[in-house]
């Protein structure tokens, strides 16, 4: 399988115990179980590290917080507790957020595996909260149950669930594979560097497999036509709620009609044409932490070589 970073290590979500009050209090009451305060999407990240507390100091922190169960690894139970910037004992000015994070989560040994699966959760149903604040049917108020993860219109008794927003990211590639002249498209924005190149995504449309919306994107960027698509892995991106889902296509077309809105120029490079730009600086491209440095790591064949922006 191939290497997806901060897509490995899940946990236990132990959705069955979500509506046992009983099995809740027990595990909060364990001197064993560790709690995430979430404000705002923000959490107090200190000395390079996230602050997972004991249960009694996350209430000294946020006692009027909402309690959300996260799961069990290793027979620990997590929680996380989510509050507003206001309901912070000594408030959340110097707290950070999930990009902030990248950095700690980006280094090379397993707390990056350990700490994203937990973290991912957290800030995506804290995002989830932010985001949804009255029923979609009838405005009316909303009561949370199963531990954070549905809820119930007081009015209508309707129930809402988190959302995710499937995104494609695509490694398209041309030529013979494993040739010198095979080569990968990428796309630039305008407002990147103009060092800056990606891998192009987009969202997946209602009523469209991903399949299909990785050829529809590609064509609608960059004019090329993609054939064959076939699947590299997933990675959860909750800013605020998407999960992206990253494929390799062939091509079938080289000629390149950029759309000039998202993509203002795209171009094929080569595996040398990518190693030499990023090995003497004039060519940027997404590191660690995304999918996208995963699919390009995979078509070169070796780690990505120059500066790597999350361990600058």
């Known amino acids: 399988m191939p ?4 897509s490995v290590r899940a946990h236990n979500r132990e959705a069955l115990h979500r509506t046992d009050e009983a099995w809740l209090a027990e595990q909060w009451s364990r001197d064993d179980t560790r709690v995430l305060v979430v404000s705002g ?7 390079d590290a996230v602050p997972w507390l004991t249960p009694a100091e996350a209430h000294a922190l946020a006692p009027g917080g909402e309690r ?3 799961g069990q690894r290793d027979g620990r139970t997590r929680f996380a507790v989510l509050a507003g910037r206001d309901e912070v004992v000594g408030g959340t ?3 950070v957020g ?3 994070l990248f950095p700690m989560l980006a280094v090379a040994d397993d707390r990056a595996s350990e700490e994203a699966p937990w973290l991912f959760h957290a800030v995506g149903l804290a995002e989830w909260r932010r985001s949804t604040r009255f029923c ?3 405005g009316g108020d909303l009561s949370p149950r199963a531990a954070g993860h549905e809820l119930v219109c007081d009015g209508c008794g309707r129930s809402q669930f ?4 499937p995104a494609v990211i695509m490694a398209i590639t041309s030529g013979e594979p494993g040739s010198d002249d095979e080569a ?6 305008s407002s990147w560097p103009a060092s800056q190149w990606s891998t192009l995504a987009g969202f997946c449309e209602p009523g469209e497999t991903l399949e299909d919306a990785v050829r529809r994107e590609t064509y609608e960027e960059t004019g090329v036509r993609v054939g064959e698509v076939s699947y590299f892995g997933s990675q959860p991106w909750p800013l605020p709620a998407s999960l992206m889902v990253a494929f390799f296509g062939r091509a079938t077309t080289r000629e390149i009609d950029v759309d000039g809105a998202e993509i203002t120029e795209a171009r094929w490079f080569t595996r040398a044409e990518l190693r030499a730009g990023l090995e003497d600086g004039t060519l940027t491209v997404p590191r660690s932490v995304s999918v996208s440095a995963s699919l390009l790591t995979a078509f070169l064949g070796t780690v990505l070589p120059g500066r790597d922006f999350w361990r600058s």
């Open 3 to 6: 290497h997806v970073a901060l």
């Open 41 to 47: 999407g923000r959490v107090a990240f200190r000395d």
């Open 68 to 70: 959300i169960l996260l």
């Open 93 to 95: 000015e110097d707290w």
């Open 98 to 100: 999930l990009r902030g």
């Open 136 to 138: 979609q049917r009838c």
């Open 162 to 165: 988190p959302r995710t927003d």
């Open 184 to 189: 990968i498209l990428l796309g630039h924005q």
